[in-house]
């Protein structure tokens, strides 16, 4: 009986790091980073009203004019128009939509 209790222990330490071993971990996935919601450091409408004004400042100014530098004019002067026209339109907030202010007196 005085071998046993050792033999066991002895045992018992043999196996103990067999069932303690390290579970495999799968490798992390990499996420990529989030999609840029800027263009340039605009935002996407701005960059869409300087690119249609660019055209068609492009496409009126040769129209009208011909020489070497009239299409390169057309589009400077038409991104500065989209440009002006994009920072002067009123945008309404996203938080809080638009909705009919109805008086007591017009609903009756």
Do not use: C, K
């Amino acid at each position: 009986m005085r071998m046993l209790s050792p033999m066991v222990f002895a045992a018992f330490l043999a196996i103990a790091p067999l069932s303690a071993g390290a579970q495999t971990v799968p490798a992390p996935v990499p996420v990529p980073p989030p999609a840029s919601s800027t263009i340039l450091g605009m935002s996407p409408n701005q960059a869409l009203a300087i690119g249609v004004g660019m055209i068609a400042g492009g496409v009126g100014m040769s129209a009208l004019a011909e020489g070497p530098f009239t299409t390169v004019v057309g589009s400077i002067a038409g991104a500065l128009i989209g440009n002006w026209w994009y920072a002067t339109q009123p945008m309404p907030s996203r938080a809080t939509p638009m909705r009919y202010q109805t008086s007591v007196a017009e609903a009756n």
